[in-house]
């Protein structure tokens, strides 16, 4: 049968799909077979790498005892990623791990916060090449502090083989418990980061794509003016949530390294 | 036979993730409300209870996003 006549007015509007996050290069550039092209993403990452090296670097480049500019905001970071993310999960023995956990911290969260800087509008972590190199960072992280304290045997046995169970059922907990923390750990950290980056990206595409096409036509522009108010608000839950899965990284890279570090459960 | 009323077109990708998200929803109500109730009754410990709401959600939101990915998957 036909469709309604307002599903048949819709069909003028493009829907963006996955396609909105391939950019094509401003600059091609080939190395042995490699494509090293520079597009929108590389621009974001080398801008968030930036301004993460600034942060650190300029506020603790001359420390003073009462921090002034640059330094509070850097001092500001470094007692958030301590008493928040540290602190609760690890207690003191994992301040060693503070300078990683900071700079992966600040890192994640300047890639998502290019997400809603107008001009660029692209956060780095939405293509999974980057959370999935950070993730497997993490993952040589709490593999090598396991080690570091148990032997490489050792380590193992205290991820693996839980004490106090029969050996036939370890026949099946084995391998379940190998596949979650060797393989689903650093593969749920990535698509956590980058899910919930598209998922914004592809948010907001839709809100404005929608206002531009809804003002358009004048018969519909008061949905238009509805749908631009939406995609506003929805800008400042993005920073939000660009926060939050900042947080969210950090803090569950400091719970693997603690299972790490903890004697055999 | 039963005549067709209306149909409806699209991408059948959008009511898998609707319903990929029925279970994290009643995940995330139930391990907020627990949180705010522990505060309630214990507010000096709400430090120690968000970090681990917080890790929690990760836990949780992972299955709603898993949706979301296989939509982008299978598309």
């Known amino acids: 049968m036909t469709s309604f006549p307002i599903l048949a007015a819709r069909e003028g509007f493009h829907v963006p799909g996955?396609?909105?996050?391939?950019?094509?290069?401003?600059?091609?550039?080939?190395?042995?077979?490699?494509?090293?092209?520079?597009?929108r993403t590389v621009v974001v990452l080398f801008l968030a790498s930036l301004l993460t090296l600034g942060v650190l670097a300029l506020g603790f480049r001359n420390p003073k005892l009462v921090p002034r500019g640059i330094q509070n905001v850097a001092e500001f970071i470094v007692d958030f990623v301590r008493d928040k993310v540290i602190m609760p999960t690890m207690g003191k023995k994992g301040l060693p791990y503070l300078p990683f956990l900071t700079t992966?911290?600040?890192?994640?969260?300047?890639?998502?916060?290019?997400?809603?800087?107008p001009g660029l509008n692209f956060s780095a972590t939405s293509r999974i090449g980057i959370p999935l190199a950070l993730s497997i960072c993490t993952w040589f992280v709490f593999v090598i502090a396991g080690i570091r304290t148990h032997g490489g045997f050792g380590y193992l046995k205290a991820a693996l083989v839980p004490s106090g169970v029969p050996v036939p059922i370890l026949l099946l907990l084995v391998p379940i418990e190998f596949l979650t923390v060797f393989i689903l750990r650093p593969l749920t950290l990535t698509i956590r980061l980058t899910a919930n980056m598209?998922?914004?990206?592809?948010?907001?595409?839709?809100?404005?794509?929608?206002?531009?096409?809804?003002?358009?036509?004048?018969?519909?522009?008061?949905?238009?003016?509805?749908?631009?108010?939406?995609?506003?608000?929805?800008?400042?839950?993005?920073?939000?949530?660009?926060?939050?899965?900042?947080?969210?990284?950090?803090?569950?890279?400091?719970?693997?390294?603690?299972?790490?570090?903890?004697?055999a459960h | 036979m039963i005549?067709?009323?209306?149909?409806?077109?699209?991408?059948?990708?959008?009511?898998?993730?609707?319903?990929?998200?029925?279970?994290?929803?009643?995940?995330?109500?139930?391990?907020?409300?627990?949180?705010?109730?522990?505060?309630?009754?214990?507010?000096?410990?709400?430090?120690?209870?968000?970090?681990?709401?917080?890790?929690?959600?990760?836990?949780?939101?992972?299955?709603?996003?898993?949706?979301?990915?296989?939509?982008?998957?299978?598309?």
């Open chain 1, 18 to 39: 996955a396609e909105s996050f391939y950019r094509e290069p401003f600059i091609d550039l080939h190395v042995f077979g490699l494509n090293l092209g520079i597009n």
């Open chain 1, 104 to 117: 992966l911290f600040l890192f994640v969260l300047f890639c998502n916060w290019f997400g809603v800087i």
């Open chain 1, 198 to 263: 598209i998922a914004g990206h592809m948010l907001l595409t839709m809100f404005f794509l929608g206002t531009a096409y809804l003002l358009e036509r004048g018969s519909t522009a008061a949905f238009g003016v509805g749908s631009l108010i939406m995609g506003t608000a929805f800008i400042g839950f993005e920073i939000f949530v660009g926060a939050l899965q900042a947080f969210i990284f950090a803090i569950l890279t400091a719970v693997y390294i603690q299972s790490s570090l903890q004697e």
């Open chain 2, 3 to 75: 005549p067709l009323l209306a149909e409806i077109s699209g991408n059948i990708n959008a009511i898998a993730f609707g319903i990929a998200t029925l279970g994290p929803g009643i995940g995330l109500g139930l391990l907020i409300g627990k949180t705010v109730e522990s505060i309630a009754r214990q507010p000096e410990a709400q430090g120690a209870l968000t970090s681990q709401m917080y890790i929690g959600i990760a836990f949780i939101e992972i299955l709603a996003l898993l949706g979301i990915i296989v939509g982008f998957l299978f598309s």
